[in-house]
């Protein structure tokens, strides 16, 4: 099996205007303008889930304007700015909360993140804030407000990066902001580096003449049992643990040591890893085959781990074997035999070439479905010969939207204006016999699990109304609030899940 696509180009400028998976049918297009410029990017052109960015230059006032679409084709809902300087550097970035009541030419408007250049004689100063909502930086109320400073020595020997809280600005750049919050400085020795974090630790780090690491240093304040002296100039440096690296010629690191441990690496003449000693594991020993995928890894043990690929060098299959080279179950008692794994590719549209099931002897996954973007719609796992089924649906701008879990039960992710989640709902099952039926296939209206969701510049999750009409609330800084923790529904990417 080969996977096979096209593209076409501008006859002129070389540009590629569009390309196409011919395996799964979908096809994408770039149009640009007079100066070679993206203004217009197209996905799964021609289908349903059509959607566009479409990206603006404004030469004169120096600002990129990008959008891109959210629910519905060219409705370019999403919208991102960067102003310039004269230099081209960036110096406001802006994200659009609501289109509809905001302008993306107003350098006022939409969640920001303010960049500013100064240079001084001896130094050379960038400063950056965090997100803000007020129209201008210094005028921000929010606690998550502050700054970043990073100061660079014009003997290119010394740098640092300060943290500042509050809205005012810090007094190289002209305010009266002393609220640091910490400074990592790093200072250069030929070819030495000393790396200061805000707690104080300290750390040298020395490179060989072709720039690979040599040594690492982590510096303390006296003399411990197994550190070394160690110096740097014009500080008070005198002890650390030492940690040296070592290599072939090939550029592979061959040895790690620290005290009495020492770490080895073994590599065939293409650079492939043939051997790692590791004091708490022992040797582990790897093969390949002439493709370069790794075919066996058998640990100090002696258990292995067989692997067979495909044609497209894709694994099929995953193997285990007890320390006597003899596969199966209950060979050795003191081994617990890992099942052997199979790896299944679709090989019809929309899911060409994409992982549609992993099967062993106690469990299988497998992904029943996907939309033309690939992504996946249906999943369905088997555990002890029962089947759970999950089901996904997603917006147009690649948001997941609602979730049909294997009791039957839906719940759905509300997104406001700029695609922020607003609120999480879960279909209401209708009463049959005792409350609510056993797969939930008749529904009657949505329960809201939350509402009301507040966002701080940054993007945090600041309050929200829980389901029963309280609202919880969360200080971005500390962590703590009227609830020292979300509700147990919510995880990354604000998806819903359900125990089963």
């Known amino acids: 099996m080969a996977g096979t696509s096209t593209a076409v180009y501008d006859f002129y400028t070389g540009l590629p205007t569009s390309s196409t998976d011919v395996d799964n049918g979908v096809t994408n297009a770039t149009e640009y303008d007079a100066l070679g410029r993206s203004i217009i990017t197209k996905t799964a052109v021609g289908t349903a889930l059509e959607a ?52 993306p030419t107003n350098e006022q408007h939409g969640i920001k993140v303010q960049t500013r250049y100064k240079t001084v004689a001896g130094y050379t100063y960038q400063l950056s804030s965090n997100p803000y909502r007020a129209a201008t930086a210094v005028t921000e109320t ?27 600005l810090p007094t190289a750049f002209g305010g009266s902001n002393q609220n640091s919050t910490g400074i990592v400085r790093t200072d ?16 040298i780090s020395k490179t ?17 049992a197994g550190s070394e ?10 002890h650390g643990f030492r940690t040296a690296y070592g290599y072939d010629t090939l550029n592979n690191l061959t040895t790690v040591s620290q005290g009495v441990q020492t770490r080895t690496f073994s590599y065939s003449s293409l ?42 060098n894709r ?10 080279g003899t596969p199966g179950t209950g060979v050795l008692a003191n081994y617990q ?5 199979e790896y299944f590719y679709g090989t019809t549209a929309p899911a060409v070439g994409k992982l549609v099931k992993v099967q062993s002897s106690v469990s299988t996954t497998e992904y029943t479905s996907f939309d033309i973007l690939g992504r996946v719609k249906g999943h369905k796992q088997t555990t002890d010969g029962v089947g759970y089924e999950t089901e996904y649906s997603y917006n147009l701008s690649g948001a997941m939207v609602e979730q049909r879990y294997p009791s039957g039960r839906v719940v759905k992710n509300v997104l406001d204006a700029s695609g922020d989640l607003s609120m999480v709902q879960s279909a209401r099952c209708m009463d049959t016999t005792a409350g609510t039926d056993a797969d939930c296939t008749a529904q009657a209206g949505l329960w809201n699990y939350a509402k009301n969701f507040t966002y701080n510049p940054a993007g945090a999750v600041t309050s929200m109304q829980l389901g029963n009409g309280r609202f919880t609330s969360v200080d971005p800084l500390t962590a703590s609030g009227s609830a020292a923790a979300f509700p147990v529904f919510f995880f990354s990417s604000f998806v819903v899940r359900e125990h089963i």
């Open 52 to 103: 566009w960015t479409q990206t603006t230059y404004n030469d004169v006032d120096r600002y990129i304007v990008v959008r891109s679409d959210l629910e519905t084709k060219e409705d370019g809902r999403k919208v991102a700015v960067q102003h310039f300087d004269q230099l081209g550097r960036v110096r406001l970035s802006r994200s659009i909360e609501n289109i509809a009541t905001e302008d």
């Open 142 to 168: 929010d606690p998550t407000m502050g700054w970043t400073l990073t100061t660079a020595w014009s003997t290119g020997r010394r740098s640092e990066v300060q943290t500042f809280s509050g809205a005012g």
């Open 188 to 203: 250069i020795d030929a070819n030495r580096t000393l790396v200061t974090d805000q707690a104080g630790k300290r750390r």
């Open 208 to 224: 060989n003449a072709l720039g690979q690491l040599e040594e690492v240093w982590e510096v303390l304040s006296a003399s411990e």
């Open 229 to 238: 002296s160690v110096a740097f100039p014009n500080t008070t440096v005198a």
């Open 271 to 312: 650079s492939r890893l043939l051997s790692a000693a590791n004091p708490e594991s022992g040797t582990i020993s790897y093969q390949y085959d002439d493709g370069g995928n790794l075919t066996r890894k058998t640990d100090a043990r002696g258990v292995r781990t067989d692997y067979v690929y495909d044609a497209l």
């Open 315 to 324: 694994v099929k299959n995953r193997n285990y074997s007890t320390p006597n």
């Open 337 to 341: 035999v890992t099942p052997n794994v």
